[in-house]
């Protein structure tokens, strides 16, 4: 079966580093996308891997291993703000998404 | 970048009654929608795809008397749960892709709709 493993929980501090982890198992590979979602809110988009390597934008930086079926997302400089679940997201050879259960992301003063 | 619109944002309803819930894409032509619902503390789960102008599909458990998918226009598609009962209650987003922006764009989400059957 297809199958997508994220922590459940992190704890983080406010001005730091995390990084969020995502293994996956997939009917092929053809993208992996990560997404912010806060409490009660939709799902807002944050970066897309196809390649293997570091993709950076701003604060937050998302890398891909095909070969490991690995990925990370990388957030700096941690605000208050980034306390939010964060959802892995691969897109198979079908096309479809398969999701990831999401991390939540828990930011200390 | 491409807007997705979800209208109600929330809404209660007795059990027994039906509740509709639009999505429209404000800025784009989307052939093809997803509905998905979220349950607490749980991952995005895709119900249906809506493609405009036929059927549309229906994931594994999901009935399709019960959740009614109407997508009449480029930028407008509906989902009616009929006869809502309490285990309804949950957290549903529909989203869409711009097709102009090539098969690697991201899936674009509305605000989402809670819906709370009493």
């Known amino acids: 079966g297809q199958n997508i493993d994220q922590p459940t929980e992190m704890t983080a501090t406010e001005g730091a580093i995390v990084q969020i982890n995502c293994t996956y198992q997939?009917?092929?590979?053809?993208?992996l996308f990560w997404y912010q979602q806060h409490a009660g809110e939709a799902p807002t988009f944050l970066s897309y891997?196809?390649l293997d390597g570091l993709e950076e934008k701003g604060r937050f930086s998302s890398f891909l291993s095909r070969s490991k079926g690995y990925s990370y997302l990388l957030l700096k400089e941690l605000q208050m703000k980034d306390s939010a679940s964060y959802l892995c997201a691969v897109r198979d050879s079908n096309y479809q998404l398969i999701w990831g259960a999401g991390t939540k992301l828990i930011i200390k003063p | 970048g491409a807007v997705v619109s979800q209208h109600p944002s929330w809404v209660i309803c007795k059990s027994g009654t039906s509740v509709k819930i639009e999505c429209r894409s404000l800025?784009?032509?989307?052939?093809?929608m997803f509905w998905y619902r979220q349950f607490p503390k749980q991952s995005l789960m895709l119900m249906a795809t809506?493609?405009?102008?036929?059927?549309?599909?229906?994931e594994q458990g999901v009935e399709k008397d019960k959740f009614l998918i109407n997508h009449a226009s480029l930028t407008l598609s509906t989902l009616t749960v009929t006869s809502a009962h309490p285990e309804d209650s949950s957290f549903y987003i529909c989203?869409?892709?711009?097709?102009?922006?090539?098969?690697?764009?991201?899936?674009?989400f509305g605000n989402g709709t809670r819906l709370t059957v009493t």
């Open positions: 809506s493609n405009e102008g036929s059927k549309a599909t229906y």
């Open positions: 891997n196809v």
């Open positions: 800025d784009f032509q989307a052939t093809t």
């Open positions: 989203s869409a892709r711009d097709p102009m922006t090539g098969d690697n764009s991201p899936l674009h």
């Open positions: 997939t009917s092929g590979f053809n993208g």
